[in-house]
């Protein structure tokens, strides 16, 4: 196959030497996902393709030489893709022919997920349990799943995120899996390639709910930490572990945050755990590698720490440390997945009386005041119990993820609702993550 | 509409080409039978292979069928998930039509799923009317893009969240077809696809039909008295 070279129109020239595509073909594991061989000889190369002869998209650039596969990302089911080879050879772009193929059909066992409204650009990662079938799902704006991973029947997934350090040119997921109800240690966060192969595993011991990439390129993840009073029996508070890369390394378990709880703490909260009593219940851990110290949700205590990487604690806020939170409707309880989201602003999904709500609270922590400016909930009102979790996209618009309603929405930078997106059969999302693009671009 | 939204493929050209036309033409409805029509194969039926653990059901339903007792040979197809919970009868159909798909009892039939895509994009509303039990063929519609809620079926009655063995609703057979679109959907399709005799009333009661196949040389001689395009059937399996 020859290049087009488009300098002079109308006249096709034979740019030597020669690169070529060697095979078109769909990846083994994920049938959204185009592989294409190619032969690259000197000069920049990219791939255009898109689902009509008109492209529309196109892969990072190749400048190496020699054979390379690439993988065509953000494809749906059962549809043509266009694809042509592109070269920049010193200043002259030249295209070669046109191939295509058809992405294949999907699974059954995918959720079925419908949208409603216009998410303006990108893709979301969701974590999808509750229904037939466990599983990682990227979506695209119009509710098309463009890449999907199952998991083992016997693990739930309850955090998915896109690898912060990806190969170059691709992406990477992230996943925690783990029991229901930590009596079988199988947790584990799995790290996936854009081709859906697994391509690591680190044991992650009784892991539970949430994990963050960071500091820097460790992982980090909340375990839980079973410890016996005497009275009482075993009860479960959590720790934070850092995983370097060589070791688990534990940073900070909240036995040491608080004292040790009578019974008639205890007594506060639901009993659902076999391997002891609910005590702390951490819920949610994120490393802010701007600010350099995890932020840790705790549920029971209606508590959220910022720990540096060492376990110091940095600030903790919550109604039973002195914060007064204005208006007092929007005192923190049983919050999650608390992330920052400017300066000192903080946004989390609360328990308040009227239903489950998005806050933006904005803390002074110099007279411990969390002034929540912006407050949202679905319309119903209800209580959303398991999972979820919000996010700020850095253009100003909100991500928000009401867990065990299988539910996830797009607000715009004014914070109207864009985008709904809504699952069937009791499927719902542990987490929901956005990126702009899936080969990492900026 | 141009050649990237709907392409041609199998489709027998001047098929293609007037299909390309009623849906330029549209908005409108769209009605189609599932098994054979939209897809190769019958799904009811490997549903039925994959719950009846010693071929009684299979042995009935094939029994009635050849007797003639059609609709009582779906009915008792679809009794199968009697007795399943819905969300497990649906983790089932959703296996069931992976398995069905990887052993080659039903095949997907791209020109079908490109022509719902296209008929979407044309601002068509598209509906499954099938004679098979409604939730494997949701499960199966899935693969086209279509939600649970544009597929009818056969409707097992439900208890406390669990299917019974008896029917709920029109059946979707015959003339229970055009019952239950004028129950759910409440209009005379603008268009309606089908293979077998089946499906006749809901053709006839269409306003514009093809016939894939068709199945029986009644139906075909009828689509050739009633100005019905007929395409040949794209593969048998």
């Known amino acids: 196959m020859m290049f087009r070279c488009l300098s002079i129109s109308a006249v096709l020239l034979a740019c030597q030497p020669e690169s070529v595509i060697t095979a078109v073909g769909l990846s083994d594991e994920v049938a959204t996902v185009v592989v294409v061989d190619v032969e690259l000889e000197g000069g920049e190369h990219w791939l255009e393709y898109g689902v009509t002869q008109q492209l529309g998209l196109s892969t990072p650039n190749w400048t190496e030489t020699g054979a390379h596969s690439i993988p065509l990302l953000g494809l749906p089911q059962a549809t043509d893709v266009y694809i042509r080879l592109m070269r920049d050879n010193e200043g002259r772009v030249e295209e070669g022919p046109l191939s295509v193929v058809r992405t294949g059909t999907l699974p059954a066992w995918v959720p079925f997920v419908e949208t409603t409204g216009e998410l303006p650009d990108g893709f979301v990662l969701l974590s999808a349990l509750g229904g037939p079938t466990t599983s990682i799902l990227i979506v695209n704006q119009d509710g098309q799943v463009v890449w999907y991973r199952s998991l083992d029947e016997d693990v739930v997934v309850t955090d998915a995120q896109f690898a912060i350090a990806p190969p170059e040119r691709d992406f990477e997921v992230l996943s925690l899996v783990s029991d229901q109800d930590y009596t079988v240690d199988i947790s584990a966060i799995l790290r996936f390639n854009s081709r859906g192969e697994m391509v690591a595993s680190v044991d992650t011991p009784m892991a539970h709910h949430s994990f963050t990439q960071g500091p820097g390129e460790d992982l980090s993840w909340i375990a839980a930490d079973v410890r016996e009073i005497d009275g009482i029996g075993p009860v479960v508070g959590d720790q934070i572990v850092r995983f370097n890369g060589v070791e688990a390394i534990p940073v900070r378990s909240t036995w040491d945050l608080y004292g040790p709880p009578d019974a008639e703490e205890l007594a506060l909260y639901e009993d659902y755990l076999e391997i002891g009593e609910d ?40 109604d039973a440390h002195g914060w007064n939170f204005e208006p007092s409707t929007s005192v923190m309880h049983e919050q999650h997945a608390p992330v920052w989201a400017g300066e000192d602003t903080m946004l989390l999904l609360n328990q308040e009386s009227r239903g489950t709500r998005v806050v933006e609270l904005e803390l002074d922590s110099e007279s411990h005041t969390a002034e929540a400016t912006w407050s949202y909930g679905l319309d119903d009102g209800a209580k959303m119990y398991v999972l979820g979790n919000v996010a700020r996209i850095p253009s100003g618009e909100t991500l928000v993820n009401w867990g065990s309603r299988g539910v996830v929405q797009w607000l715009d930078e004014g914070k109207s609702l864009q985008w709904t997106l809504e699952s069937e059969l009791g499927h719902f999302f542990a987490s929901a993550r956005w990126v702009a693009d899936l080969y990492g671009r900026e | 509409m141009d ?235």
């Open chain 1, 279 to 318: 005590w702390t219940h951490a819920n949610h851990l994120v490393w802010d590698e701007d600010r350099g110290h995890y932020l840790l949700s705790l549920r029971n205590k209606h508590d959220v720490f910022a720990l540096s990487k060492s376990g110091t604690v940095e600030m903790v806020v919550g």
């Open chain 2, 3 to 237: 050649e990237n939204d709907f392409p041609a493929r199998r489709w027998l050209p001047e098929h293609h080409e007037w299909l390309t036309r009623q849906l330029a033409d549209g908005p409108g409805l769209l009605c189609l039978d599932w098994d054979e029509t939209c897809a190769a194969g019958d799904i009811g039926e490997a549903l039925i292979r994959s719950l009846d653990e010693n071929g009684e059901v299979w042995a009935s339903y094939t029994s009635k069928l050849e007797s003639g007792d059609v609709l009582e040979a779906f009915v008792d197809a679809a009794a199968v998930l009697s007795g399943m919970d819905v969300v497990e009868a649906a983790a089932h159909c959703r296996t069931c039509v992976d398995e069905a798909i990887r052993v080659g009892d039903v095949a997907v039939r791209p020109e079908i799923q490109d022509l719902i895509r296209a008929a979407e994009a044309c601002s068509w509303e598209v509906w499954v009317v099938s004679a098979s039990v409604q939730p494997v063929v949701a499960a199966f519609a899935s693969l086209y893009g279509l939600a649970s809620n544009r597929v009818i079926g056969m409707n097992l009655a439900q208890e406390q969240g669990r299917y019974l063995a008896y029917l709920e609703g029109p059946n979707s057979y015959r003339q229970g077809k055009v019952d239950a679109i004028e129950q759910f959907i409440g209009r005379q399709p603008d268009l309606a696809i089908g293979d077998a005799m089946t499906d006749l009333e809901m053709l006839s009661f269409s306003k514009k039909a093809l016939v894939i196949g068709p199945s029986s040389s009644e139906l075909r001689r009828i689509a050739h008295s009633m100005g019905w395009p007929i395409q040949p059937v794209f593969e048998s399996i």
